[in-house]
């Protein structure tokens, strides 16, 4: 199993939740809005004060999934996401060793 996480801008989401329920293997994800911000001296701040108070709101998803649909999940997460500009967003994926689903009844993955 993998865990896909990412962060992007608010105004992909709509988007991106149609792209992924239209993408076999989709399980289903978890959607948070956080803030953030950039990488020091990414954006082009002069002072140390604007790089540490230029929160921005981002939205991030997290999803657990199988191995082979895992790729094509993040893929068409950059494909909808990518708007070109700094701070798109970011995508990654790690190895989960074992999950439960907490319904009665529902199985094991």
């Keep these: 199993m993998i865990e896909i996480k990412?962060?992007?801008r608010p105004g992909r989401l709509p988007a991106l939740r149609n792209a992924l329920m239209d993408t076999p293997g989709f399980p289903g994800m978890t959607v948070t809005r956080v803030e953030g911000c950039s990488a020091p001296g990414s954006t082009g701040k002069s002072t140390i004060k604007e790089e540490l108070t230029d929160y921005s709101a981002k939205v991030r998803i997290e999803i657990v999934c199988s191995d082979d649909v895992a790729d094509r999940l993040m893929d068409?997460?950059?494909e909808v996401c990518q708007t070109g500009q700094i701070g798109d967003g970011v995508v990654w994926k790690t190895d989960v060793d074992k999950v439960f689903f907490i319904a009665k009844n529902y199985g094991t993955t």
Excluded: G, K
């Design 6 to 8: 990412a962060v992007f």
């Design 76 to 78: 068409r997460i950059v």
